[in-house]
């Protein structure tokens, strides 16, 4: 129970599914801010006892889970190692790999308990089927689409089937007071929303060059190639302007040679995509080519694709070419179901 | 449900209830000069002297506060202010590693905000002070202490201190020594004034009165430097409208567990005594913390190898038993207990700790209780906290 709306209406609604439940909070910060500002950020001592307020308002007790230590190694410092080696990461999906539903899970088990509950918007029914929230703009499912089929089998999601706003109308009837409290947005472990400085701060500053890939000229330079994503466009501080007067956007980074690279908006387009470490979930791995659509960073785009598996995951034919396709993002492929597209499976973008 | 969690807060006694909704049914401010004022004034008088009198104190020693935080901040920090203003060079105050955080967290304060100095007093295996360290720490510095603040008996782990002996090393250097006694008073002998203690911190929830009620007893000659400023109730130490009822109740609390304290602490310690002995056996590799024969009569504090006390304290909640790992929470996140690891414990074995304290309600059935939940408990805390192993 992280101390927002979602979390305690599910809550509830285990209960009176006829569950007997436990609320948890993780303290995942080692040093927890006393109070959120604006909507950044959670875990803070505040949201710790929003939560514990909706755990006695539901009438369940309630725990604090440390989880700080794992959290720190198995999200924070692979966001950061993922950012240096070029790649970027979503540490809200490898929370959902390694603690959500890996550390907090094996420990509920260990102490007795069947399943881990939380407030995710995405469906998970009877047939073992994880699909898109009936709330497509509150849909989670690209998170949870890492989670092995062991791993959702003690999964429980019982928000899939309503929108945010009959969950918001729900706490408030159940006189939650979280009721209107406003959405977390950004990464919990930034408070102020400074990726770039929460980078410098712990990668150092590290200048390069910036290259043209149409030319090969070095057109500026920047303080740590980890400061940037593909596809990104604006803070790039470019010295000469492209010869055609259009934008560039960020193309590749290069750890080895510390290298950013950009280029017109064209040179983004993707239309083939690799990825590893594939997971399976809507059923077995599949031997021939699987038509399919399929989601290439959170609230991205879906778009119509062929997936095939290879030799080390997967590799997806796009339908019409995609920008701003960046390594370690996570690719999910969806088979488009009226009762909810069906999460087929998900890997990790190599290229 | 099996109440094992005297240590934190005990049921008011009926007697304690009566008298604090009968007293707080009459108007009355004790500072008023009319009848109302009058009545109430005789009432706080007469429990002043009711707790004065089953605790060794003179009534005028008696400062009523609004419970046991309060009165070791007033003592630590007031005496403190008060020596230096008397003595600038009296800048040092000594204490001890096993305090509550109301006398811990004081002392930091001072050090921290008012430039104090800090001698920290250690303890053996058993949680237990010497009064020798202490001697040689005045012997070394007596000159520069304000004050020495030491507990009566330790809220986690049940040891009793050599509070008498003690007092007696720092009279014999001129320096006033205050005592925290909330766990003490009803549990043991207390008497004020045959321990030689300028300043004693009772309160009243933890023996059968009201919470938000206790009192500090202090030394007609020891001077503290007042922290609520006001209207001067409390001998000009503490301010505040006296709680008439809660002064009342708090003072018949005090009175029959003084006076009920011997036999209270023959049945009890026979339960705990019964509770340890069946813990052993359902748990064979359990470790059993604190003194074992200057113990609180209600306390039975264990280490349990391999869980984690947090795990054990929710699987037991989870089946009706209500206990305390006994140390304080940073952000509800339970943090290694500063008394074990000052009694040489390791991280472990102090996160590994449960304690079960009995009261003036407990049962045989409580004990059963517990022993019924305890192994499956234990099996599954040691599961969970084999997760934890580095993968």
């Not at chain 2, 430039?115 to 510095?141: I, Q, S, T, Y």
């Amino acid at each position: 129970m992280s101390g927002g709306v979602d979390s305690a209406v599910a809550a509830a609604r285990a209960v009176e599914a006829g569950h007997d439940v436990t609320g948890v909070h993780l303290a995942l910060a080692r040093n927890p801010q006393t109070y959120r500002t604006g909507a950044r950020g959670c875990c803070t001592l505040e949201d710790s006892r929003d939560a514990r307020r909706a755990a006695d308002v539901i009438g369940i007790p309630f725990y604090v889970w440390d989880m700080a230590d794992r959290f720190h190694e198995d999200v924070v410092d692979d966001f950061v190692a993922e950012y240096a080696a070029g790649r970027t990461p979503n540490p809200c999906l490898r929370c959902n790999e390694k603690i959500k539903f890996a550390a907090v899970l094996d420990r509920a088990v260990a102490l007795g308990f069947d399943a881990v509950v939380t407030g995710h918007h995405a469906r998970l029914g009877a047939d073992g089927l994880l699909r898109r929230s009936v709330d497509l703009a509150k849909d989670q499912s690209y998170v949870l689409a890492v989670l092995t089929r062991a791993q959702l089998d003690r999964s429980i999601f019982p928000l899939g089937d309503s929108t945010k706003a009959e969950v918001r109308a729900e706490a408030a009837r159940r006189g939650l007071a979280v009721a209107d409290k406003p959405d977390s947005h950004d990464i919990c472990f930034i408070a102020d929303g400074d990726t770039r400085g929460f980078l410098a701060q712990r990668l150092g500053e590290a200048p390069g060059d910036v290259v043209d890939a149409v030319s090969g000229a070095v057109v500026g330079s920047h303080s740590g190639a980890y400061a940037y994503t593909v596809g990104q466009r604006r803070g790039l501080h470019l010295d000469r302007p492209a010869p055609d007067g259009r934008p560039r956007y960020v193309l590749s980074i290069t750890p080895k040679t510390n290298t950013v690279t950009v280029g017109p908006a064209e040179a983004l387009e993707v239309a083939e995509v690799h990825a590893t470490r594939p997971v399976w979930t809507g059923g077995e791995r599949p031997t021939a080519p699987v038509e399919c659509q399929v989601q290439l960073r959170a609230h991205g785009d879906v778009v119509p694709a062929t997936v095939e598996v290879t030799a080390d995951g997967l590799a997806a034919e796009l339908r019409r070419p995609v920008r701003g396709v960046a390594a370690g993002q996570a690719i999910v492929a969806y088979r488009p179901d009226p009762a909810g597209d069906v999460v087929l499976g998900s890997a990790t973008i190599t290229g | 449900m099996a109440y094992l969690d005297h240590a934190a807060t005990t049921p008011m006694l009926d007697e304690a209830l009566e008298a604090y909704v009968a007293t707080a049914r009459e108007v009355g401010n004790a500072s008023s000069l009319h009848a109302a004022g009058r009545r109430a004034r005789r009432r706080v008088e007469e429990s002043r002297e009711r707790v004065a009198a089953v605790l060794g104190a003179r009534p005028s020693e008696v400062i009523f506060t609004g419970g046991g935080t309060e009165s070791d901040n007033l003592a630590v920090k007031g005496i403190f202010w008060a020596r230096r203003a008397a003595h600038p060079q009296r800048v040092r105050v000594v204490s001890s590693a096993v305090e509550h955080h109301a006398v811990l967290d004081a002392v930091d304060w001072l050090a921290g905000q008012e430039g104090a100095e800090v001698g920290w007093l250690p303890v053996d295996a058993a949680g237990r002070l010497d009064p020798e360290r202490l001697r040689v720490e005045l012997a070394a510095h007596g000159d520069r202490v304000a004050l020495v603040t030491a507990m009566w008996a330790n809220n986690e782990v049940g040891t009793v201190q050599p509070v008498a002996e003690l007092a007696a090393v720092a009279a014999a250097h001129g320096v006033p020594f205050h005592t925290d006694a909330i766990q003490a008073v009803g549990q043991v002998p207390v008497d004020f004034a045959a321990s030689g203690v300028a300043a004693l911190t009772v309160t009243g929830h933890k023996l059968g009165g009201p919470t938000g009620v206790g009192a500090l007893l202090l030394a007609r000659d020891v001077a503290a430097t007042p922290l609520l400023h006001g209207g001067g109730q409390e001998r000009d130490v503490r301010s505040g409208t006296l709680d008439t009822a809660g002064i009342v109740a708090f003072a018949v609390a005090v009175e029959a567990a003084v006076k009920g304290q011997q036999e209270y602490a023959a049945r009890v310690a026979a339960l705990r005594d019964e509770l340890v002995e069946r813990v052993r056996r359902a748990v064979p590799e359990v470790v059993f913390n604190g003194d074992p024969v200057d113990r609180l009569p209600g306390n039975a504090h264990f280490s349990f190898p391999g869980c984690e006390g947090d795990a054990l304290l929710l699987l037991l909640d989870a089946q009706g038993i209500a206990c305390s790992t006994g140390s304080a929470c940073s952000a509800g996140v339970a943090q290694p207990s500063h008394v074990l690891l000052a009694m040489g414990a390791d991280d472990d074995r102090a996160r590994s700790s449960l304690r079960f304290t009995l009261g003036h309600t407990s049962t045989r059935a409580d004990v059963d209780a517990l022993i019924a939940a305890l192994p499956a408990a234990v099996d599954r805390a040691r599961r969970a906290a084999s997760l934890r192993t580095p993968r």
